[in-house]
């Protein structure tokens, strides 16, 4: 399941999903969370190719523009682990993978990704680049409008709270 933590970009927190994986977690006192159904199918659309399955080449176009070192070693042990006959993740498998919930350490990394400068707060600089490695061109007033939805004390950033909270619930439309 860490192995698949690049993957993971939406959850929502408010519900714990107990099972094998969250006796473990209890352990070493993190928390497992249900995934947002909703929003695992909008990541998996993107990743996967016009066939509707994630191979091995669309993953690690993936993990390459997220920086991953030696991003095919990586995808082809994300692969490998999914023990997938036709080695592709179609919509079901992909879910199933999430079926025991994600972990807060996930949440935390999926943070990192978009924090480059490592300050802990997101800026709209910061999501516009994360945007832009992964193939999405958002003009900086688009990120500033993002930002703005889910800023909760006001100082146009987002800190790991905020994105606690947006990963959560889904975002409402901010006035311009």
């Known amino acids: 399941m860490s192995q698949l933590r690049i993957l993971n970009f939406k959850y929502n927190l408010t519900k714990w999903r107990p099972g094998r994986d969250r006796q473990l977690s209890d352990l070493i006192g993190e928390p497992n969370y249900e995934p947002d159904r909703k929003e695992l199918e909008r990541v998996f659309y993107k990743i996967a190719g016009s066939d509707k399955k994630i191979k091995y080449t669309e993953l690690e176009e993936l993990l390459t523009k997220l ?82 939805q889910i800023d909760r004390n006001h100082d146009k950033y987002v800190e790991m709270d905020d994105f606690m909270l947006m990963m959560t619930r889904p975002v409402k439309k901010a006035k311009p």
Do not use: P, Y
């Open 67 to 148: 920086g991953v070192v030696n991003a095919a070693a990586e995808a082809r042990r994300m692969i490998k682990a999914i023990g997938s006959k036709d080695r592709a993740i179609d919509l079901e498998c992909f879910l199933d993978l999430h079926r025991n919930g994600v972990m807060l350490r996930e949440i935390r990394h999926a943070f990192s990704v978009f924090d480059r400068d490592r300050d802990g707060r997101l800026s709209a600089e910061d999501i516009q680049h994360t945007f832009r490695m992964l193939g999405e061109w958002h003009d900086l007033k688009e990120c500033e409008l993002m930002v703005k």
